[in-house]
Nanobody, 118 residues
Framework: QVQLVESGGGLVQAGDSLRLSCEAS????????MGWFRQAPGKERDAVAR????????YYADSVKGRFSISKDNAKNTVYLQMNSLKPEDAAVYYC???????????WGQGTQVTVSS
């Protein structure tokens, strides 16, 4: 079983930056991809960014392109989400997830709250 633990959330002002981290532990960790999702109150969970573990190809939601950056540290089994120029609409609970194969995410973290004041 794989456990994912997010950290780095908090309260910031619009225009500030935050870096979220997600550390994986458990059995030998070698996912196909990892992703970041977010869910605001009363809204559906949306995909934010994705990184393929082997090779590092990245994908971003249009709403965060140019502001957010996903990266990974294979040695630490950790994926990061650097969030710059934060907007109030970025406020949400952010979750990381790991996919063993393809587009289906098998493991999820507990989430970390990001609050952005205007």
């Amino acid at each position: 079983q794989v456990q994912l633990v997010e950290s780095g959330g908090g309260l910031v002002q619009a225009g500030d930056s935050l870096r979220l981290s997600c550390e994986a532990s458990g059995r030998t960790f070698s996912p196909y991809a990892m992703g970041w999702f977010r869910q605001a109150p009363g809204k559906e969970r949306d995909a934010v960014a994705r990184i393929v573990w082997s090779g590092g190809r990245t994908y971003y939601a249009d709403s965060v392109k140019g502001r957010f950056s996903i990266s990974k540290d294979n040695a630490k089994n950790t994926v990061y989400l650097q969030m710059n120029s934060l907007k109030p609409e970025d406020a949400a609970v952010y979750y990381c997830a790991a996919a063993r194969y393809g587009q289906v995410y098998d493991y999820w973290g507990q989430g970390t709250q990001v609050t952005v004041s205007s």
